[in-house]
T-cell receptor
């Protein structure tokens, strides 16, 4: 079946602009995660959704970052007043219901964000 | 919070040799330890994982060992092939309860020389 998809694959914006990044999880997966990966580093956790609610947003770096998942499927990561330091690959992952037989997180291809 | 350290940062082996990558974690509550392979410009892909109630798991040429007492786990790749060349990440999390997000190590760039 279809894996996790993310759009756009690349986004170039200017400092101070607003951007939205979209994630389509695997159908039926209730858990959705956002991570950020800088060059040469491992992914860093941003936020985790269980269903429609943010179960853990402790990784969001500041209040310029916000994410929603209004219907428990597609999620949007929103970044206000972008800064050059926000440049990174933003990865989305999904996993089946918690407590189930698998805790595997399946990653999307990422959105490469470049802030000029 | 959890902290995962990974060594070495780069590893070069000859085709057919074995490769070992080691990780340590800080949070004794962590109970799930996956390993991901990431090729250049691609998404991380799970290659093997282990839960804290198991000491070792093997899948063909890949094995993972876990020492809960010492809080470290290792990835072993035998009979390496050029297509094993990639960046490998270890990670830790607490599934079922607590923080489900993965904390990743900094990665190991494995190069298999033909």
């Amino acid at each position: 079946g279809a894996g996790v998809s993310q759009t756009p694959s690349n986004k170039v914006t200017e400092k101070g602009k607003y951007v939205e990044l979209r994630c389509d999880p695997i159908s039926g997966h209730t858990a959705l995660y956002w991570y950020r990966q800088s060059l040469g580093q491992g992914p860093e956790f941003l936020i985790y959704f269980q269903g429609t609610g943010a179960a853990d947003d402790s990784g969001l770096p500041n209040d310029r970052f916000f994410a929603v998942r209004p219907e428990g499927s597609v999620s949007t990561l929103k970044i206000q007043r972008t800064e050059r330091g926000d440049s990174a690959v933003y990865l989305c992952a999904s996993s089946p219901s918690p407590g189930g037989p698998s805790d595997t997180q399946y990653f999307g291809p990422g959105t490469r964000l470049t802030v000029l | 919070g959890e902290n995962v350290e990974q060594h070495p940062s780069t590893l070069s082996v000859q085709e057919g040799d074995s490769a070992v990558i080691k990780c340590t974690y800080s949070d004794s509550a962590s109970n799930y330890f996956p390993w991901y392979k990431q090729e250049l410009g691609k998404r991380p892909q799970l290659i093997i994982d282990i839960r804290s109630n198991v000491g070792e798991k093997k899948d063909q040429r890949i094995a993972v060992t876990l020492n809960k007492t010492a809080k470290h786990f290792s990835l072993h790749i035998t009979e390496t092939q050029p297509e094993d060349s990639a960046v490998y990440f270890c990670a830790a999390s607490t599934v079922n309860t607590g923080r489900r997000a993965l904390t990743f190590g900094s990665g190991t760039r494995l190069q298999v020389q033909p």
